[in-house]
Nanobody, 126 residues
Framework: VQLVESGGGLVQSGGSLRLSCSAS????????IGWFRQSPGKGREGVAS????????TYADSVKGRFTISRDNAKNTVYLQMNSLKPEDTAVYYC????????????????????WGQGTQVTVSS
């Protein structure tokens, strides 16, 4: 099982980025997928999640209305569209999946997830 994030970079405040999480060894449509971020000296924060099947979504209050998580099953990819970016969004962003068959209860808790990508850096300049 491998998750790979891409799409990070340097953007000015107010700009947009779209992160991608692609997978090998698992079909993402069968999993709850979480996006997390971590900045230096801070813990890993759950940003957004998307459920398997009916694909219900959740967002942290800090990104609600600015970020959108979505899934493209044909491409086996989950996206995180990030608009109106702020300097405080600067972090390494990770996608994560649980073991197959595990029901994720606390969808934005990193402890619920077993598989992680290597992360992609997002830097927002003021």
């Amino acid at each position: 099982v491998q998750l790979v994030e891409s799409g990070g970079g340097l953007v000015q405040s107010g700009g947009s980025l779209r992160l991608s999480c692609s997978a090998s060894g698992l079909s993402l449509n069968y999993y709850t997928i979480g996006w997390f971020r971590q900045s230096p000296g801070k813990g890993r924060e759950g940003v957004a999640s998307i459920r398997e099947g009916v694909a219900g979504t959740t967002y942290a209050d800090s990104v609600k209305g600015r970020f959108t998580i979505s899934r493209d099953n044909a491409k086996n990819t989950v996206y995180l569209q990030m608009n109106s970016l702020k300097p405080e969004d600067t972090a390494v962003y990770y996608c994560a999946a649980p073991n197959l068959g595990i029901i994720v209860v606390r969808v934005r808790s990193p402890h619920e997830y077993d598989y992680w990508g290597q992360g992609t850096q997002v830097t927002v300049s003021s």
